[in-house]
């Protein structure tokens, strides 16, 4: 798994802590050439794994790396699923069936549609997620996904339905049929973990904030330390500078020395935060393992 991932909440105006900021950065991301030329930035500062929702505009970034394979060599997408939204707009656009066929898989379109059918007149609740998953995946066909994960808005609610197979069709699916590995969005991270663990998915991978002063981490921070002891899982922390509230070097150096911390997540808009933000993380981890 990438030690370092480029996220994508920048572009599309998510910035917890100022709405102008937000704004800002909405009306700078309307330009998809913008995108692209951030997205290469961190590429170029060798950060490779870019994880993004399928939202629209990231189905225009796959179709412009598709276009120039040479630009980027060994770039990995580490979709989030599903992206709300695009359902609901589609829905009030096009109508039921019209937003089906946009959405579905080119191959086995049909198949797909039988499951979804089947789905809805017995309450089959795997055939459901499989469907899903399989629609927003359409957009990432050809590319490599080395994980493919669940956005939080669905783990949990699922956490709070306490329908915990739920996560086992979503990772047996993702393995069997994409031969990726499973991932999770949440924003409970002590809960999760054993959640996960009831139904066989043992050490996963779950993203979850993780920063200094606990900026929206369920529990607290000693909640995440104890629950990762007890159930073992590869933790990619997000909002590691809490949206701001943190100074980079002081959050950075914190976080790599969570010892449940294997990944870090972060965002930004200009080359210049990205390469600081790289050489931050690289830093620290050479200070922390030349302590150890």
Not at 68 to 90: E, V
Not at 129 to 158: C, H, Y
Not at 259 to 264: E, F, G, K, L, T
């Amino acid at each position: 798994m990438d030690r370092i991932f480029f996220g994508d909440n920048q572009f599309f105006g998510v910035n917890h802590m100022s709405e102008e900021k937000a704004r800002q950065q909405l009306m700078r991301f309307q330009d998809i050439n913008a995108i692209v030329d951030v997205l290469h930035a961190a590429y170029s500062a060798g950060v490779h794994g870019f994880m993004c929702t399928t939202h629209e505009r990231m189905i225009e970034v796959t179709e412009i790396v598709r276009k120039q394979p040479a630009k980027w060599t060994g770039l990995r997408f580490y979709p989030g699923m599903p992206y709300a939204h695009k359902y609901a707009n589609a829905m009030t656009e096009l109508g039921p069936l019209e937003a089906l066929k946009r959405f579905l898989p080119s191959n086995g379109m049909l198949d797909a549609m039988m499951r979804g059918g089947k789905a809805l007149l017995k309450r089959d609740v795997e055939s459901v997620i499989t469907l899903l998953v399989d629609a927003e995946m359409k957009a990432f066909e050809g590319l490599d996904t080395p994980i493919i994960f669940l956005q939080n808005v669905v783990t949990d609610l699922v956490l709070g339905l306490g329908y915990y197979d739920a996560f086992r069709i979503f990772s047996d699916h993702v393995r069997k049929r994409y031969k990726a590995e499973p991932g999770f969005f949440t924003m409970n991270l002590p809960l999760l973990v054993p959640a996960l663990g009831s139904v066989g998915v043992e050490n996963p991978i779950v993203c979850a904030n993780v920063n200094k002063i606990a900026f929206r981490m369920s529990g607290g921070i000693e909640a995440y330390r104890e629950a990762t002891a007890r159930h073992p899982a590869q933790v990619i922390a997000m909002s590691v500078l809490a949206s701001g509230a943190l100074p980079p070097r002081e959050a950075i150096e914190w976080v790599t020395n969570e010892p449940y911390v294997a990944s870090i997540l972060f965002g930004a808009s200009s080359q210049r935060n990205i390469e600081n933000t790289v050489a931050l993380i690289r830093e620290a981890d050479a200070a922390r393992l030349a302590a150890a």
